[in-house]
């Protein structure tokens, strides 16, 4: 090797010799700098990093995504990847035109159960069946009627726990890929086949096969009903969610304030599971949840009155249609354009779900880097994936509530735009706000637990009770 690329000379113990060492060649750069002349930079003697030389599917140019990246529309894989995103939203968009509002679809659903059902009615009586319940027709009317009204139910409930699972699928894989790209990443890209579309069912299908294990010091019981007390206030959560004009599992005229107590049994859960584990880190990640959910609730919750001032009613749908139109026939009617209590109320809500769901920078309940996995760290398996499920449903339930409640719920942006079905913009309102709690996470550093409260008790809270004074001025001066 030549002395200008290793100067120092091989290393290792090297063969004595007899012969006297000849005085060592003075380098090329060993001339002394003149005085006040800044020394020059180091020469470089790594290599140009580059991908494996396999031939491989990521990238065949053989570069770094930072590279590559910087003239993508240039690559024929990037520029199929952005035509097949672009068809595939515009396929959404087509399907949402085609078939329209799905509430509607949902009521023809319901009276086609009617018919089933008074046809059903019908036939029993021509049958003439023996004495009791169905020899009377009106008994026998409530009987099928109330049978209606629970499989109606189930079938609600059936929808709101697929779109559960689905979120949790989708926003596990949506997060690696967002994750990869802010860091010049590439993220899931063979399972499946188009960007490893199946990466998060086959990590599914291993959670299931996982094992499942219980410390020998722990309280069984309470370890394994805590996953079930997190998770079922999670979906109990969702019925009066709007997912599009008049499209929600049940209409509630205390919509806001039932989501907002339900959602807040979880952190039971949470303690449990902490308590229960035997485990130090365990147990000071569930206190530590505990604290930062009752407290971070407060602000959230005050956060939400100007909106309830503004409409004057908790129900949700009513929140959605009190946005409807347009200032000056161009400019949408949201919340959070009612400046100046609208947008701050729309930060202070979203820094609160940001804590209310552990979402980084408030990850202090899990903080890998002290606390292993915080509460979850004893637990395996299914177990486990229903902790992890449970805060995908909570980060969808607060996107959802926040595109109710300060971005016009299904409402188009422009006026032109009306023609696309309330559910689609409810869907990709929601999805963005996804993104930005995505966003958040792979941007900004942990708190400390200190940090953390001092930002909630002295700024949050003062800011929420001001911005509600703010708005009783609003509608003092409207």
Same mark, same amino acid.
């Given at each position: 090797?030549?002395?200008?690329?290793?100067?120092?000379?091989?290393?290792?113990?090297?063969?004595?010799?007899?012969?006297?060492?000849?005085?060592?060649?003075?380098?090329?750069?060993?001339?002394?700098?003149?005085?006040?002349?800044?020394? =020059?930079?180091?020469?470089?003697?790594?290599?140009?990093?580059?991908?494996?030389?396999?031939?491989?599917?990521?990238? &065949?140019?053989?570069?770094?995504?930072?590279?590559?990246?910087?003239?993508?529309?240039?690559?024929?894989?990037?520029?199929?990847?952005?035509?097949?995103?672009?068809?595939?939203?515009? *396929?959404?968009?087509?399907?949402?035109?085609?078939?329209?509002?799905?509430?509607?679809?949902?009521?023809?659903? $319901?009276?086609?159960?009617?018919?089933?059902?008074?046809?059903?009615?019908?036939?029993?009586?021509?049958?003439?069946?023996?004495? *009791?319940?169905?020899?009377?027709?009106?008994?026998?009317?409530?009987?099928?009627?109330?049978?209606?009204?629970?499989?109606? =139910?189930?079938?609600? *409930?059936?929808?709101?726990?697929?779109?559960?699972?689905?979120?949790?699928?989708?926003?596990?894989?949506?997060?690696?890929?967002? !994750?990869?790209?802010?860091? !010049?990443?590439?993220?899931?890209?063979?399972?499946?086949?188009?960007?490893?579309?199946?990466?998060?069912?086959?990590?599914?299908?291993?959670?299931?096969?996982?094992?499942?294990?219980?410390?020998?010091?722990?309280?069984?019981?309470?370890?394994?009903?805590?996953?079930?007390?997190?998770?079922?206030?999670?979906?109990?959560?969702?019925?009066?969610?709007?997912? *599009?004009?008049?499209? =929600?599992?049940?209409?509630?005229?205390?919509?806001?304030? $039932?989501?907002?107590?339900?959602?807040?049994?979880?952190?039971?859960?949470?303690?449990?599971?902490?308590?229960?584990?035997?485990? &130090?880190?365990?147990?000071?990640?569930?206190?530590?949840?505990?604290?930062?959910?009752? !407290?971070?609730?407060?602000?959230?919750?005050? #956060?939400?009155?100007?909106?309830?001032?503004?409409?004057?009613?908790?129900?949700? !749908?009513?929140?959605?249609?009190?946005?409807?139109?347009?200032?000056?026939?161009?400019?949408?009617?949201?919340?959070?354009? $009612?400046?100046?209590?609208?947008?701050?109320?729309?930060?202070?809500?979203?820094?609160?779900?940001? #804590?209310?769901?552990?979402?980084?920078?408030?990850?202090?309940?899990? @903080?890998?880097?002290?606390?292993?996995?915080?509460?979850?760290?004893? $637990?395996?398996?299914?177990?486990? @994936?229903?902790?992890?499920?449970?805060?995908?449903?909570?980060?969808?339930?607060?996107?959802?509530?926040?595109?109710?409640? /300060?971005?016009?719920?299904?409402? @188009?942006?422009?006026?032109?735009?009306?023609?696309?079905?309330?559910?689609?913009?409810?869907?990709?309102?929601?999805?963005?706000?996804? /993104?930005? /709690?995505?966003?958040?996470?792979?941007?900004?550093?942990?708190?400390?637990?200190?940090?953390?409260?001092? /930002?909630?008790?002295?700024?949050?809270?003062?800011?929420?009770?001001?911005?509600?004074?703010?708005?009783? =001025?609003?509608?003092?001066?409207?």
């Amino acid at each position: 090797m030549s002395a200008d690329k290793n100067p120092a000379g091989p290393t290792g113990p090297q063969p004595q010799d007899d012969k006297p060492a000849a005085a060592p060649a003075a380098p090329a750069t060993a001339s002394p700098a003149a005085p006040g002349t800044p020394a =020059a930079p180091a020469k470089n003697l790594y290599p140009r990093p580059v991908f494996s030389k396999k031939a491989g599917k990521l990238l &065949k140019t053989r570069l770094w995504p930072t590279e590559a990246w910087e003239g993508a529309w240039s690559q024929p894989d990037y520029r199929n990847s952005a035509i097949m995103l672009a068809a595939l939203l515009a *396929g959404i968009v087509l399907f949402g035109v085609a078939v329209g509002e799905l509430s509607t679809w949902s009521g023809r659903l $319901y009276r086609l159960m009617l018919i089933a059902t008074a046809w059903l009615h019908q036939d029993l009586m021509a049958r003439g069946l023996p004495s *009791g319940l169905l020899a009377d027709a009106g008994r026998t009317e409530a009987a099928l009627r109330l049978g209606l009204d629970v499989a109606w =139910a189930v079938l609600k *409930g059936v929808v709101i726990l697929g779109v559960i699972n689905l979120n949790g699928l989708w926003a596990v894989w949506f997060e690696r890929k967002v !994750s990869a790209h802010m860091q !010049s990443r590439l993220g899931p890209m063979y399972a499946g086949g188009f960007h490893g579309w199946a990466q998060t069912i086959l990590d599914s299908i291993k959670l299931l096969l996982k094992e499942d294990t219980t410390p020998q010091d722990a309280d069984a019981a309470v370890h394994r009903l805590a996953p079930a007390i997190v998770i079922i206030p999670a979906v109990l959560a969702f019925a009066p969610v709007l997912f *599009g004009k008049e499209l =929600a599992a049940a209409r509630l005229d205390i919509g806001v304030l $039932y989501i907002l107590a339900v959602s807040g049994i979880s952190v039971i859960g949470v303690v449990m599971a902490g308590w229960s584990s035997g485990n &130090k880190y365990s147990l000071l990640g569930g206190l530590r949840a505990a604290a930062q959910v009752v !407290s971070y609730e407060i602000p959230r919750l005050f #956060a939400v009155v100007p909106v309830l001032m503004f409409v004057g009613s908790l129900d949700l !749908s009513a929140i959605d249609q009190a946005q409807q139109g347009y200032w000056g026939g161009v400019f949408p009617r949201w919340f959070v354009f $009612y400046f100046p209590a609208g947008p701050l109320a729309f930060l202070l809500f979203l820094i609160a779900s940001v #804590a209310e769901t552990n979402r980084v920078p408030f990850d202090i309940p899990e @903080a890998e880097s002290e606390l292993v996995a915080g509460f979850m760290t004893e $637990y395996s398996g299914m177990k486990w @994936a229903l902790f992890f499920l449970a805060e995908y449903a909570y980060v969808l339930l607060a996107c959802f509530m926040i595109s109710v409640f /300060f971005l016009g719920g299904g409402a @188009a942006p422009l006026p032109f735009l009306s023609a696309v079905p309330s559910w689609i913009w409810m869907l990709a309102k929601a999805m963005t706000m996804m /993104f930005v /709690f995505m966003w958040l996470r792979w941007t900004l550093p942990r708190f400390r637990v200190d940090q953390l409260m001092d /930002f909630n008790w002295k700024f949050l809270l003062p800011w929420s009770f001001a911005n509600v004074a703010l708005a009783g =001025a609003m509608l003092l001066w409207r």
